[in-house]
């Protein structure tokens, strides 16, 4: 009868293994045109001229549209221009177009025509005269005085908005109290979220001028607002859904990184058709926000007995071209970088840099993986100075339930020992440093890295949610919530949530999600905080709708309130003799001029999903290669909604962060030019890549949480950098102190270091 | 710009399908864009991700960078020809019960793969479904629950052959 | 822009079209390239002459001793066929490891030939094998070695718009004679390898008669590692021998750095040992199949 806990199938399942889910990329409209943007071939430059009267008059084309004839207000891609905290001011860096271009890549004008061939062919006919201006692409060079200025900053060259400073106590004395000190800098490359429908936006605006935006953003009404501000068109005049499915998103879509959205709108409103804006793949990796590269540098003090006394971390990442998330995401790696141990001495400082390459922005885990995998490198360095295992180290420091925190919230609840107690057992960490590989060139070994994670965005953004629960007039339910369906399968565990609260079945449930027109305002899906945010709102919704059903119960049949209950179809007495059913109610209600609607508003508290991630690696020393044998990773969810969706998300996570470990990287030449703008000059895992993945799923309850649920879309990715890159210093006893482990990068570590045989 | 557009015959999910292509036009153009069938999806157009293989005379292809004359007189199989909601194929069905559908924009294709597969062999060990299926970039599952989707659908297959 | 695509049903059609056409018509086979050239527009032609129905070029045959490859088999075909698999497996693998099933499904060893990419598995593995590809064009029929057929990156000898390949032709490897193919890659499907190596030896009285080393992309086409063959002639084979030749490889191998596919120094730190384990890999087929005495 209960649905939670149990994987009850996917509400979206048949329509996407039978083809019949559309997504924006399927999606068509009569009379539409088809639009196509020109980008800039160059990493920094002054547009002196546009000339667009040859492309105009090329058979086909409806508009050409460039800075000199759209809006020009300043605006973010990136939703947190719209939910910023109030003691922040957001960084308004970007218009549709502008006179200046800052990366390879960046958007200069854009054509509707009535086909997507005319309108590319008539992109060459647009004549632009550019005045190059100097490019920088590293964001320590970019710092120097010499270095260009990409936009106005106020803290420091070319940093964007605010630099992040989180003290906690001293980290003087907590070092000053240590017995042993250990420090190491660290690379961090660019990660792509390369996630399999690319940026993509049809637009139509209707007689009362009022535009319809269908697109693959994660945040409806977030982007709602964005397009507001760039266009100077108040709210309601503007809907933003998914069609509803949107093909992945990783944090890419968070706002309208790229901007297919406003370009399709301004397309759209000048020729007053609809128009599509699909991206191609090169334009999705060239163009839309990929995840911060930079520099993490880390220090940890520690008794002898290993007690930990001080903590401080510094990062400068790489924010690109637009300040996209380019100063949550340092103010998010430092605030959970300090989060998973009781280290009585913190501090972080941190901030982003702009440089001219892609822009980066929100990117699943958003800073984390960059911040473990250096931390908890960190971490392993101690474990070994003290002669101490890593697992007890660990074990050791942890946070625990009640244990002084630097956030604002409490931590309530923690499952981190019983996750890195299990997730020990199932590597077999009674075999690190005794694995023998079968041949001699190559070295085995095991690592273990943790993290504590967020379940929403407060206190780095405005976190708050909304629902309706409303029941039809034959008794069936409608739930309604504006964060959308991008994969993560929140749609069916909010509809857990909300017939569990009400005590129907969950069948008796359809969800509505990410309509701007349709639905109540949520910030939208990402930050891990759908099921756990959103769902503080399903759940309230379900509660007030009860209350207004049994209520009506209650005077209907001369009941008093606290002896009705509703249970499966019924509405029953608390002896459980059936009064009537919750259909014939809704009937009987609907012609007595009654329905009922629950609301549900919510401002949730944060918890800490924890994980500990287990890895064992080989490495060859005749190649360089790595490879990952199996992860274990044991996460505390809070509560398992849905098991098979909750293991989904870390199997998914898992294989992202092995992607992150060994493979992926996006590299630009001298001239700015990204190198891996496809699928096959970007080495994402393929099925024959995998190594064994092993979810272990650990319950804590929260009490702040849903059914004691915390998020879990993110926290897959985390600490598995962290546990490649110390099982594999565990193979070879070198540590290595940038990412990717490529072949490359990694016969540079052992030649260095005579391990590599030729 | 306007294209010569010749007449192409062939088979789309058994019903014979003729319609007037450009010479330069691909596959996946012709399903999507003049059939109107949008199960298939278009991903890199490169033939680097599968979301829009489709089993052409019983291949898996990746229809992006398939001809569309070379479709000429064949026989060509989409997820629209799969299963329906009503009637779900084996794989369908074990897709659904094991988890193994998240974004779900890989999945028509990842299904097509799978099937072009399990049509030659019933009966396959794991590196061949990680082989069958290499071609699919799928970035939201770590293709765990896909494996084990695809490994009891051809139990499920091989049981109703059997039956 | 293109106005015909043409299924030829013989090699004459097709050869007829190409000449009639005089430049503005163009071979193609499996096509996998095609739609990506056609969108980045390097290539312009008016007619397309798909030869992929041409009976004469399907299937692969055993012929007195030869290995006949038609131009039209695709790469599943040749990495699935039985008869390769056990007495050329190294060609199976090579032609197993392009792309991912629906490319190999669809790609042929002809088509990768003329795009003369010198880093395609299945080619390096042909010019390890000494295979020959038969021309036809206007001219007679034309015989020569696939290592002849490269100009350049991108160029091969057999122009697409006057000639094609009939077929693939080389010696099955005799009892007293091994092949390998080895790659390294970044990642196990849809990748470039940093190097691959293609080998074949052939031993007599237990000591190596001659040796044939095909590796890439350490030049603009797939190179022979002649030093390293002149080597092993004579050598009894040993792990010290196939070091030292795998140390001489290096003298023919001038990769450039590729920001994606490894530094110059990457690929010729690996390729020693690579090349070594080609030639072991080669030996231990021969001593499987009973070929040392």
């Known amino acids: 009868m209960k649905s939670v806990g149990k994987s009850v199938k996917r509400l979206d399942a048949i329509d996407k293994v039978t083809g019949i889910g559309t997504f924006t990329t399927d999606f068509t409209l009569p009379g539409m045109l088809f639009g196509k943007v020109l980008r800039s071939p160059h990493p920094h430059a002054r547009i002196a001229k546009i000339d667009t009267s040859r492309a105009e008059k090329f058979p ?93 900053s106020h803290a420091g060259k070319n940093i964007p908005g605010d630099i992040v400073r989180i003290p906690f106590n001293s980290v ?215 002669g101490i295992d890593p697992v007890e180290l660990r074990l050791k420091n942890i946070m625990k339930v009640g244990d002084p925190w630097h956030l604002p919230f409490e931590c309530k609840s ?157 509405i029953v007495k608390v002896d459980n003799t059936v009064v009537i059913s919750v259909n014939d109610l809704a009937v009987k209600a609907h012609l007595l001029d009654r329905q009922f609607i629950g609301v549900g508003q919510t401002i949730p508290s944060n918890a800490s999903p924890m994980q500990a991630h287990f890895a064992e690696v080989e490495v060859d020393l005749t190649t360089g290669k790595v490879d990952v044998i199996k992860i274990v990773a044991a996460h505390d969810v809070g509560k398992a909604i849905n098991p098979a969706i909750v293991e989904g998300q870390i199997e998914g996570g898992a294989l992202m962060g092995v992607g992150y470990a060994i493979s992926e990287e996006v590299v630009y030449d001298d001239k700015g030019k990204q190198q891996n703008y496809n699928y096959h000059y970007y080495l994402l895992p393929t099925a024959a890549d995998r190594p064994e993945i092993e979810a272990i799923i650990v319950e804590s309850n929260d009490p702040t949480g849903p059914f004691g649920a915390k998020g879990v879309g993110e926290t897959g990715m985390i600490p598995t950098g962290a546990a490649i890159l110390n099982a594999v210093t565990n193979a070879i006893g070198v540590r290595p102190k940038e990412l990717p482990l490529s072949g490359e990068k990694m016969f540079k570590l052992l030649k260095e270091n005579n391990l590599f045989v030729s | 710009m306007m294209k010569q557009k010749l007449k192409l015959r062939f088979t789309l999910n058994g019903e014979y399908v003729e319609v007037y292509v450009s010479p330069d036009q691909m596959l996946l153009s012709v399903i999507k864009d003049d059939l109107h069938m949008h199960g298939t999806k278009r991903g890199c157009e490169a033939g680097e991700c599968g979301s829009c293989t489709v089993i052409m005379d019983g291949k898996a292809v990746t229809s992006c960078l398939i001809p569309a004359f070379k479709a000429q007189g064949a026989i060509v199989e989409t997820i629209e020809g799969v299963g329906t909601p009503d009637n779900l194929h084996p794989l369908q069905k074990s897709f659904i019960e094991n988890g193994a559908v998240q974004c779900g924009y890989c999945t028509p294709g990842m299904i097509m793969s799978a099937k072009a597969l399990l049509d030659q062999n019933p009966n396959p060990i794991p590196e061949e479904i990680r082989t069958a299926i290499a071609g699919n970039i799928c970035r939201c599952t770590g293709y765990v629950k896909i494996e084990k989707a695809i490994i009891e659908a051809a139990q499920e297959l091989r049981e109703e052959e059997a039956r | ?100 099933v629906q490319i190999r499904n ?43 057929a490269y100009i350049t990156v991108g ?61 890439a992309p350490v030049d603009v086409k797939p190179v022979r590692a002649t030093e390293a063959e002149n080597f092993l002639i004579g050598k009894i084979p040993t792990e010290n021998v196939f070091k030292e030749a795998g140390s001489l490889a290096v003298n023919n191998a001038k990769p450039v750095t590729h920001l994606v596919w490894g530094s110059k120094e990457y690929k010729l730190a690996v390729l020693p040992s690579l090349v070594a384990r080609s030639l072991q890999e080669a030996i231990d087929e021969i001593e499987t199949k009973g070929g040392m005495s």
């Open chain 3, 155 to 215: 160029k091969s000898v057999v122009d697409p718009r006057k000639e094609i390949i009939t077929k693939i032709k080389f010696k099955k490897p005799q009892k007293n004679q091994g092949t390998s193919f080895v790659r390294l890659s970044q990642r196990k499907a849809l990748a470039t390898p940093v190097i691959n190596v293609g080998a074949m030896v052939s031993v007599k009285d237990n000591t190596i008669e001659w040796a044939r080393i095909a590796m």
């Open chain 1, 172 to 386: 003087e004395e907590g070092f000053k109290s240590s017995d042993v000190i250990v420090e190491s800098t660290f690379k961090l490359q660019v990660q792509k979220h390369a996630q399999l429908e690319t940026q993509a936006a049809v637009a139509s605006v209707d007689g009362k001028g009022n535009l319809t935006v269908w697109c693959t953003t994660q945040t409806p009404h977030p982007t709602k607002m964005i397009l507001s501000a760039a266009l100077g068109i108040p709210n309601n005049k503007i809907r933003v859904l998914n069609p509803p499915y949107a093909g992945g998103g990783f944090g890419v879509r968070i706002g309208c990184s790229a901007k297919a959205e406003p370009i399709a709108a301004v397309l759209a409103l000048a020729t007053q058709k609809p128009v599509k804006v699909v991206y191609s793949r090169e334009e999705d990796f060239i163009a839309s926000d990929t995840r911060h590269s930079g520099y993490v540098a880390v220090k940890l003090g520690a008794k002898k007995d290993g007690t930990f006394q001080a903590l401080d971390v510094k990062a400068t990442l790489n924010t690109g071209a637009y300040c996209s998330f380019g100063v949550e995401t340092p103010g998010v790696l430092g605030a959970m970088g300090l989060a998973a141990y009781n280290v009585p001495h913190r501090n972080y400082y941190g901030h982003s840099v702009y440089t001219n390459i892609t822009p980066a922005g929100a990117f699943r885990g958003f800073g984390a993986p960059q911040g473990t995998s250096s931390i908890e490198s960190v971490v392993d360095m101690m474990a070994e100075k003290l």
């Open chain 1, 60 to 152: 086909g084309v409806k508009v050409v549209l460039t800075h000199k004839n759209t809006p020009k207000n300043l605006f973010n891609t990136s939703a947190t221009m719209t939910f910023t905290v109030p003691q922040m001011k957001p960084v308004l860096d970007q218009r549709i177009f502008d006179d200046r271009v800052r990366y390879v890549g960046d958007e200069v004008a854009a054509i509707a025509a009535t086909s997507e061939a005319i309108a590319k062919e008539a992109l060459k006919l647009i004549d632009v005269e550019y005045e190059l201006l100097p490019a920088v692409y590293d964001p320590l060079l970019a710092m120097e005085d010499s270095a260009p200025a990409i936009h106005h």
């Open chain 1, 414 to 570: 923690t499952g981190m020992a019983e996750c890195v107690k299990e997730g020990a057992k199932k590597i077999g960490w009674e075999s690190r440093g005794k694995l023998k590989s079968d041949d001699p060139n190559k070295r085995r070994g095991i690592g273990m890295g943790i993290a504590a994670w967020v379940s929403n965005s407060w206190p780095f953004c405005v976190d708050y949610d909304n629902a309706y629960l409303s029941m039809h007039q034959d008794g069936s339910l409608q739930l309604s919530v504006g964060a959308p369906e991008i994969g993560c399968g929140s749609g069916t565990s909010l509809a857990q949530l909300a017939a569990d609260t009400l005590g129907v079945p969950f069948e008796a449930i359809d969800v509505t999600q990410g309509d701007t027109a349709m639905t109540p305002f949520s910030i939208g899906s990402h930050a891990s905080r759908t099921l756990y945010a959103t769902g503080t709102a399903v759940v309230a919704a379900a509660e007030n709708l009860k209350q207004e059903i049994l209520k009506y119960a209650a005077e209907t049949f001369d009941i008093p309130l606290d002896n009705l209950d509703i249970v499966g179809a019924n």
């Open chain 3, 1 to 100: 822009m293109i106005r015909e695509y043409v299924l030829s049903k013989t090699i004459e059609e097709a050869v007829g079209i190409l000449t009639k056409n005089n430049g503005n018509a163009m071979v193609v086979s499996g096509g996998t390239d095609l739609a990506v050239d056609l969108r980045s527009e390097s290539v312009k032609t008016e007619v397309l002459v798909d030869v992929t129905r041409i009976e004469g070029l399907k299937g692969i045959t055993f012929d007195d001793g030869d290995v006949i490859i038609g131009a039209s088999a695709t790469m599943s075909e040749i990495s699935t066929d039985e008869r390769i698999k056990t007495s050329v497996s190294s060609l199976a693998k090579a032609a197993g490891s392009v792309g991912s």
């Open chain 3, 106 to 148: 669809v790609a042929t060893m002809a088509g990768n030939i003329v795009k003369a990419q010198p880093v395609a598995d299945s080619s390096v593995m042909l010019v390890a094998l000494g295979a020959e590809i038969t021309i036809r064009g206007t001219h007679e029929l034309k015989d020569i070695l696939v290592q002849d």
